[in-house]
């Protein structure tokens, strides 16, 4: 009898065309209490691809775009500001990206968006998709 884990039972059918989007892992890493890294690694493993990155990085083809991110007319001060405190050379982790978001109330995609005008490099991706 083969055993399936839990992870991978809740990443196949949370799964669409082989694609998991990024909310939906990290919504399987909460309710597993695992780290997100983790799910995707389970991801991999099973030749599931993360997609439909929440801050816009990746994973937008099925709408005919690589990613959603894209160059804003302005950024806010008191946002630039946020971004540029939390940036260290030149680099913003993804977390940092999420709780600048979370404390403001905007869409976590709107600061793959921001980052991108102002000239900031998103890295350490929370599920471990990119450095």
Known sequence: M???????QAIRE?????????AKAFGIAERLGVAPDSVRADA????VRISVC???LFGYDAFG??????RLSAVPPELRRALDEAT??????CVAAWR????RGL????????????????????LGCFD
């Open 54 to 56: 929440q801050l816009g």
């Open 100 to 103: 600048i978001a979370d404390e």
């Open 14 to 22: 949370a799964a669409r065309g082989g694609l998991l989007p990024c």
């Open 107 to 126: 869409p976590r995609l709107l600061m793959g968006s921001a980052a991108e005008t102002i000239g900031v490099r998103l890295c350490r991706c929370q």
């Open 2 to 8: 083969i055993v399936v884990s839990e992870s991978d």
């Open 44 to 47: 991999d493993r099973l030749g």
């Open 65 to 70: 775009e690589r990613r959603a991110a894209h």
């Open 88 to 93: 260290d050379d030149g680099r913003l982790a």
